[in-house]
């Protein structure tokens, strides 16, 4: 491995000061016995600054590398309710019979602190998120969601997605969501009742993941790009009076 000429010049200018000062200290003091005392003393104590030097760098480091990480994987996060979790969204809660106690705590705004969302995360531990399978539309969303497989797909092969476990999973259970709607080659509009029962679990079970996801996403918006959330808000799936026109 070569050593750059940044770093050599580097070295040796370290090197260069740190005889020019025992130097001096020899010229102003005149005592040998002291200095060699206090250079032992010194190498002694080297080990443990250069330990604590190299801790101190190594969690800078890692800190710097877990930010970019964030970054990337909400940067993926951004893309996906983009293309897809958004849309997804909107068809599930139209499809919600409840929405209703739910749907009012979910318009969120800019004057909204850390301390609101986690309250709306603890209330929705409780809600039932159900879906009124006889009003979906199944072929429009089998359509809508085989356009989007090839994304879907590229999406789970993204390594900086192991960074986040519960996304993961909202697109494990979009994609198994995906593929059970794709095998069924039948006339969708007459399945029978134990097997749209079936598809309405998989649909919930997105459902549910998804709406955490979202809201989790739109604070680390509101917290760190203003401009991406003020759009958010604008096409709020929860809010019948959102649209991207800024008024």
Do not use: C
């Amino acid at each position: 491995m070569q050593i750059s000429r940044w770093y050599k010049i580097l070295g040796i200018t370290l090197l260069l000061t740190s005889i020019a000062f025992y130097s001096l200290e020899y010229i102003i003091f005149q005592d040998p016995y002291h200095l060699f005392n206090f250079m032992v003393a010194k190498l002694a104590f080297l080990p443990i600054e250069v330990l604590i030097v190299t801790m101190v760098i190594h969690q800078i480091l890692y800190d710097m590398e877990k930010r970019q990480r964030l970054e990337k994987l909400n940067m993926v996060i951004g893309t996906f309710f983009s293309e897809v979790g958004t849309r997804l969204l909107t068809y599930f809660s139209d499809w919600d019979p409840n929405l209703d106690d739910i749907k009012s705590n979910l318009v969120i705004t800019k004057e909204w602190t850390d301390s609101d969302f986690m309250k709306v995360k603890n209330q929705l531990k409780n809600y039932e998120y159900e879906v009124d399978i006889n009003r979906v539309d199944l072929k429009h969303l089998r359509n809508m969601l085989i356009e989007h497989r090839d994304f879907l797909v590229r999406l789970l092969e993204n390594p900086n997605l192991l960074e986040h476990e519960t996304f993961t999973e909202l697109l494990r259970a979009v994609f198994h969501m995906t593929e059970e709607l794709i095998s069924r080659t039948e006339d969708l509009d007459n399945l029978p009742e134990s097997d749209l029962d079936h598809l309405r679990i998989d649909i919930e079970r997105v459902y549910g993941k998804l709406v955490v996801e979202w809201l989790d996403y739109m604070e680390y918006m509101k917290d760190n790009y203003p401009y991406l959330f003020s759009l958010a808000m604008r096409k709020n799936p929860f809010d019948e009076s959102a649209s991207p026109v800024v008024k």
